[in-house]
């Protein structure tokens, strides 16, 4: 009965505050709990729901948001020391991310946020 998978997608302004985006952050922290609830209402029809929260990742809108009218080279090079991983992310890994969460092999897992940020988030 029922069935499905609902991915929303979040970032890791939904998890850390940010000082330069405060209504983003709130917006995305919506998004984090509207996931949680839904993963409850929603569980008794075999509907999951998760969403990812990626950081920033290698794709066109990333140099407007890390350096708006900066040094973007500068500025990546000051924000990956933060990162454990020490890059950042490519879209393809935030689409494998997405793929399995709503996939059959995660038909067990609902009500996850999860931080696609290469360490940032953990520590």
Do not use: H, Q
């Amino acid at each position: 009965m029922g069935g499905g998978s609902i991915l929303f997608t979040g970032s890791i302004a939904s998890l850390i505050g940010t000082r330069s985006y405060p209504v983003y952050s709130a917006v995305k922290g919506g998004v984090v709990l509207l996931t949680r609830s839904l993963a409850l209402l929603l569980a008794r029809d075999n509907i999951r729901v998760n969403c990812i929260c990626p950081s920033l990742i290698d794709t066109p809108m990333a140099p407007e948001f890390l350096s708006p009218g900066g040094d973007w080279e500068a500025n990546v090079k000051t924000y990956v020391k933060s990162i454990p991983l020490g890059r950042i992310g490519k879209p393809e890994e935030v689409a494998a991310a997405a793929i399995f969460l709503v996939s059959d092999e995660a038909s067990y897992i609902t009500g996850i946020v999860l931080p696609i940020d290469g360490g940032f988030t953990a520590g």
